[in-house]
């Protein structure tokens, strides 16, 4: 059930009293969302909170899927975590209050909400455990070191602790196994089956079907529990599903999430009217993203685009500064094989329409690359959507030749990869960092036509 913001609001500040009186309900920020939400929210905050969560997870996706290091890896983490769901250490409680509880609230509906959305399909289930794992483990490594023993402590792993006698009696083979001096470590034992990575790489002595496991080590078995709990969470979730079919403020939106996890949703600002004229369009190809190359192309071809493909293509060169009245000359000129009277009946209304000044008159925005991948299917002679998507692999290849990028390059290995696991958006990014090798590796991936284009020309 849904109620208003303000009424929600009020009832709100009453629950973060008891919150902080009590510190009960987010004792930590570290959370393995056992237990789901039970309060009201707004639809509004429902959204929201999704969508912040959601662009956290897919530039974790994107990290991991271009096998960022550790140490980027982190990096990128902690800038969309810091951006989008931070979430403050219990010493920020002083000067945070409440809000910190509010921080740590977002984080736990905003995860059961995403968890909803991608219970769909076991492919979304498996992106989506993988993301949230990446996310948890930043998070528990970079908590204070009392607060992640409280956070374990309160789990319940029933771990065996090893007494002094019997680390004794294996201390020798103990530290034969773990490679290094573990004679002040406490130790804990479990089947090794649940520590395979420890087992892998010799981090562990194991003995008659036990790994004595140092408590240094604690975040293998942490994290391998984390995972099976979530997993177990999202096939019962999945079972589940059909039930909410009955709700039509909630399947919507849910779609709509599921469908960002091929491209998250952003805003990116466009530029001032009149920044590029008619006459510069064809020199700034060379910065555009490939699907705007790609419309470019078959309109100087063509002498024509239809209706969808001229609406993708005349929203980016809106977005990137040409003004309505460029705009009515620059595709007079390219629809050079349609005359001056026919051109006015049939198009000049359709590119004043795009701009706001006829019709509802509502000032269209260009589209993002999550609109352009779940837009129209293209139809005979349409050349909108995106080419990452629509190209059979060879076209592609010969798409990325043109480009620069060599077919038998790792490069040109690492797009197509992208592309044969849906993953578009990041086989944009690598596409422009591999044509844009001054501008190094980017910090976020490309979700929007206009994004590439700014980080190509520097005009943001």
């Not at 951006?83 to 977002?106: F, Y």
């Not at 103990?174 to 089947?191: G, T």
């Not at 000129?333 to 026919?342: A, L, T």
Request: glycine share 4%; with cysteine; proline share 4%.
């Amino acid at each position: 059930m849904f109620r208003s913001t303000k009424s929600r609001a009020v009832e709100r500040n009453r629950n973060f009293a008891r919150d902080v009186s009590t510190n009960v309900s987010y004792p930590t920020r570290l959370n393995f969302y056992l237990n789901p939400p039970h309060e009201e929210v707004s639809i509004e905050e429902f959204e929201t909170w999704a969508i912040d969560r959601l662009y956290v997870l897919g530039e974790i996706e994107s990290a991991l899927f271009r096998n960022k290091a550790k140490k980027e890896l982190d990096m990128i983490i902690k800038r969309v975590v810091d951006k989008h769901l931070p979430m403050g250490s219990n010493m920020a409680r002083v000067v945070k209050g409440a809000g910190l509880d509010e921080e740590r609230r977002k984080d736990h509906y905003s995860h059961f909400i995403l968890r909803l959305a991608f219970s769909r399909s076991e492919e979304l289930r498996y992106r989506f455990l993988r993301a949230e794992s990446a996310l948890f483990k930043y998070r528990f490594i970079n908590e204070e070191a009392r607060e992640r023993q409280n956070f374990v402590d309160s789990l319940n792993f029933q771990w065996n602790a090893v007494s002094k006698e019997e680390k004794s009696q294996y201390l020798s083979k103990i530290q034969a196994a773990c490679q290094r001096n573990v004679e002040n470590e406490s130790f804990f034992k479990v089947p090794f089956i649940k520590v395979p990575d420890l087992v892998e790489r010799r981090a562990v002595f194991v003995h008659k079907g036990f790994a004595y496991v140092p408590f240094s080590e604690q975040i293998s078995i942490v994290i391998e529990e984390f995972e099976k709990n979530l997993k177990l969470s999202l096939e019962n979730t999945a079972k589940a599903l059909p039930r909410l079919d009955e709700d039509d403020r909630l399947l919507p939106i849910l779609n709509h999430l599921s469908r960002g996890f091929v491209a998250p949703e952003v805003t990116v600002s466009a530029a001032k009217p009149g920044e590029v004229t008619a006459d510069q369009v064809d020199s700034l190809v060379p910065h555009f993203p490939l699907c705007a190359r790609h419309l470019h192309n078959v309109l100087r071809k063509e002498k024509h685009l239809r209706h969808f493909s001229r609406l993708q293509y005349g929203l980016f060169l809106k977005d990137i500064g040409l003004s309505v009245e460029e705009a009515l000359i620059f595709w007079k000129r390219s629809f050079s094989n349609v005359n001056d009277d026919k051109f006015n009946k049939e198009y000049r209304y359709n590119v004043r329409h795009s701009y706001g000044l006829e019709g509802n008159r509502k000032n269209y925005k260009g589209y993002s690359c999550q609109q352009i991948l779940t837009g129209p299917q293209l139809g005979p002679g349409d050349a909108h959507g995106c080419p990452y998507r629509t190209y059979s692999l060879d076209n592609l290849v010969t798409a990325l030749t043109t480009l620069g990028i060599t077919p038998d390059s790792s490069g040109c290995r690492e797009v197509v990869d992208a592309v044969k696991g849906r993953h578009y958006h990041i086989a944009c990014t690598r596409v422009f960092e591999l044509t844009h090798p001054q501008k190094g590796t980017l910090e976020e991936s490309i979700h929007h036509p206009l994004q590439y284009y700014q980080l190509s020309t520097g005009r943001q």
